[in-house]
T-cell receptor
Framework: GQQVMQIPQYQHVQEGEDFTTYCNSSTTLSNIQWYKQRPGGHPVFLIQLVKSGEVKKQKRLTFQFGEAKKNSSLHISATQTTDVGTYFCAEVSSGSARQLTFGFGTQLTVLP | NAGVMQNPRHLVRRRGQEARLRCSPMKGHSHVYWYRQLPEEGLKFMVYLQKENIIDESGMPKERFSAEFPKEGPSILRIQQVVRGDSAAYFC????????????FGNGTRLTVT
């Protein structure tokens, strides 16, 4: 079945440093979604990318969708302690029964 | 505007007992999804339901697990004869339609089997 690979699995950064997580798929994706889960919390939707080469920004967060629609990235500039959490990418399954398949996530720790 | 409501937040069961997890989707949402998350792991899809119908249960273990979403009332995930390996966080999510709408997750039920 489909599988979304996400790297790195863990990332520790000093507050103020940048952070990037990458999501790769072996198949072409119709769209990709990103979620954030704080420690002990639940996943919260961040953004959806649909178009090839699409770039979207939310304050310090920049999301990109690859030209071939097989990869995506989330970049956070000048991290803050509030950025701590696990960031998941998720792809919509093909076929009539739509379900989101999540990557394993990147667990971000921001050291003050 | 109430979000996705899950209860209980924490559930402790002894091996062999039954666990019932409830989920009320967001108002206006008729699509419900259940995911399981083990510590330090990602979210694993279990089942996708619409009112009175199971659309996709490909992620659900064949035995002991069942789910329903009746015409009236919340969606229920039922685990019979629980074992220690069932200990996990179970998240319910809902969406407005079956297209590419984002999922809204509940706070989850943390199941501990002793």
């Amino acid at each position: 079945g489909q599988q979304v690979m996400q790297i790195p699995q863990y990332q520790h950064v000093q507050e103020g440093e940048d952070f990037t997580t990458y999501c790769n798929s072996s198949t072409t994706l119709s769209n990709i979604q990103w979620y954030k889960q704080r420690p002990g919390g639940h996943p919260v939707f961040l953004i959806q990318l649909v178009k090839s080469g699409e770039v979207k920004k939310q304050k310090r967060l920049t999301f990109q969708f690859g030209e071939a629609k097989k990869n995506s990235s989330l970049h956070i500039s000048a991290t803050q302690t509030t950025d701590v959490g696990t960031y998941f990418c998720a792809e919509v399954s093909s076929g009539s029964a739509r379900q989101l398949t999540f990557g394993f996530g990147t667990q971000l720790t921001v050291l003050p | 505007n109430a979000g996705v409501m899950q209860n209980p937040r924490h559930l402790v069961r002894r091996r062999g007992q039954e666990a019932r997890l409830r989920c009320s989707p967001m108002k206006g949402h008729s699509h419900v999804y259940w995911y399981r998350q083990l510590p330090e792991e990602g979210l694993k899809f279990m089942v996708y339901l619409q009112k009175e119908n199971i659309i996709d249960e490909s992620g659900m273990p064949k035995e002991r697990f069942s789910a329903e979403f009746p015409k009236e009332g919340p969606s229920i995930l039922r685990i019979q004869q629980v074992v220690r390996g069932d200990s996990a966080a179970y998240f319910c999510a809902s969406s407005r339609d079956s297209g590419n709408s984002p999922l809204h997750f509940g706070n989850g039920t943390r199941l501990t089997v002793t």
